[in-house]
C-alpha cells in the first residue's frame, strides 16, 4: 500500500512539474513555486527544501528531489554535483556520513529503481527540471551517487525490461541533451541578469525578446558558457552579430557591415541597424561581468572578415 502511494505521489509530481515546464517555458521555475508544490489528496507537498536532497512528509522512505544549488558570485557551490564523462551525473552524498538518512534514501531508492525529480539551479531563484531521473551507481568511498536521466519511456516502467546496454545508451544520450539544456539555460540567465534584462545595443528592456548570445561560439576552444564571454541582445540584434551584419570591437563600438550600412531601405533597416554604427553597447557596471576584451577582438576579427 505505501509502494503504491509513492508510485503515486511521483506522479502527481511528474504531472505537475510538467505543467509548470510549459508555464515558465522562458524563464525556468522560480523556487517559490517549487516550496509551495502541489496537494495530493488534500496533503500539500512540496518539492525542494533547504537541503538537496528532499523527501516530503507524504513519503515514508525514498526522497522526491534531489537538488543542485545555483551559483553564486564568487562563492563555491556548497557541494560540486556535476556531469561525468560517461554522460551522467555525479551527485554528492549529504555531508561524509554514507548512513545519514538522506544517503540511505537515495541508496533505497537505488536499489528499486524508483524515479525521482532533478532540480537544477539557474540562478538564485530559478530553476530547471529534469525527471525521471535514476540512481544507477553508489560510491561511498568518494562520497557520490552517479544519476542517469531517463524519459517518458522510463516512468511508463519499459526501463525494467529494456536491454542493459541499450537502456544505458539511451540514458546517456538523454542525459547529454538535459546537459546542453541546462548550460543554455543557464548561460542565459546569468547573462540577461549581468545586463540587467536589457539588450548591449539597442537598450531594449522587453525579457520576453532578449536572447544571450556567446561572443565566440558554443564550439569555439575558447567558447565557454560564461558571462564574459556573451552579450545580451534582442532577437533582432543577435541575428545580426550572428550572421556578422554587425560587430563590436575590443573598445566596445557597434559597426555595421559596409554593405549594409550603404544600403537604402526602409525604417527598420535605418533605425533598427545602421543607426547604432560607431554607438558604444552597454556592459555590465562589475569588472568581473564584462565582455573580455581578447574574446571581443577574435570576434571582431572574424566580423572584418565575414564583412
Known amino acids: 500500500m505505501a ?3 509513492d508510485a503515486a505521489v511521483r506522479l502527481r509530481a511528474f504531472d505537475f512539474m510538467r505543467e509548470q515546464r510549459q508555464r515558465f517555458a522562458e524563464t525556468s521555475i522560480p523556487r517559490p513555486i ?9 496533503v500539500r507537498v512540496p518539492l525542494i527544501g533547504p537541503q538537496g536532497i528532499f523527501k516530503p512528509a507524504l513519503l515514508s522512505e525514498i526522497p522526491l528531489t534531489i537538488t543542485t544549488a545555483p551559483p553564486v558570485e564568487h562563492r563555491e557551490r556548497p557541494y ?3 556531469f561525468i564523462d560517461g554522460g551522467f551525473l555525479r551527485y554528492r552524498y549529504r555531508g561524509t556520513d554514507p548512513h545519514h538518512r538522506d ?8 536499489q528499486r529503481q524508483a524515479p525521482l525529480i532533478y532540480l537544477h539551479g539557474i540562478v538564485p531563484g530559478l530553476y530547471e527540471a529534469a ?3 535514476f540512481i544507477v551507481e553508489d560510491h561511498p568511498e568518494t562520497l557520490t551517487f552517479i544519476v542517469a536521466i531517463d524519459d517518458q519511456v522510463g516512468v511508463a516502467g519499459e526501463w525494467q525490461s529494456s536491454d542493459p546496454a541499450a537502456l544505458t545508451a539511451r540514458r546517456q544520450y538523454i542525459t547529454a541533451v538535459v546537459r546542453r539544456r541546462l548550460h543554455q539555460r543557464s548561460f542565459r540567465q546569468r547573462v540577461l541578469r549581468a545586463y540587467q534584462l ?7 528592456r522587453h525579457d520576453e525578446l532578449l536572447e544571450a548570445s556567446h561572443i565566440l561560439p558554443d564550439g569555439h576552444p575558447r567558447g565557454e558558457p560564461i558571462v564574459p564571454n556573451g552579450l545580451a541582445l534582442c532577437k533582432l540584434h543577435h541575428a545580426a552579430f550572428d550572421s ?3 560587430g563590436v570591437t575590443p573598445d566596445l563600438e557597434v559597426k555595421v557591415r559596409v554593405d549594409v550600412l550603404e544600403e537604402i531601405d526602409g525604417p527598420m533597416l535605418l533605425h533598427g541597424l545602421q543607426g547604432f554604427e560607431g554607438r558604444k553597447i552597454l556592459v555590465p557596471r562589475p569588472d568581473h561581468l564584462k565582455p573580455n576584451r581578447d574574446l571581443l577582438a577574435e570576434r571582431y576579427d572574424l566580423f572584418r572578415r565575414a564583412s
Not at 544517503?103 to 537505488?110: D, P, S, T
Open 3 to 5: 509502494e503504491d502511494r
Open 34 to 42: 517549487l516550496e509551495r508544490g502541489f496537494d495530493f489528496e488534500g
Open 244 to 246: 556578422y551584419i554587425i
Open 103 to 110: 544517503n540511505v534514501g537515495l541508496r533505497i531508492a537505488m
Open 131 to 133: 525527471w525521471p531521473v
Open 198 to 204: 536589457c539588450c548591449a545595443v539597442c537598450r531594449l
Open 80 to 82: 560540486d554535483d556535476g
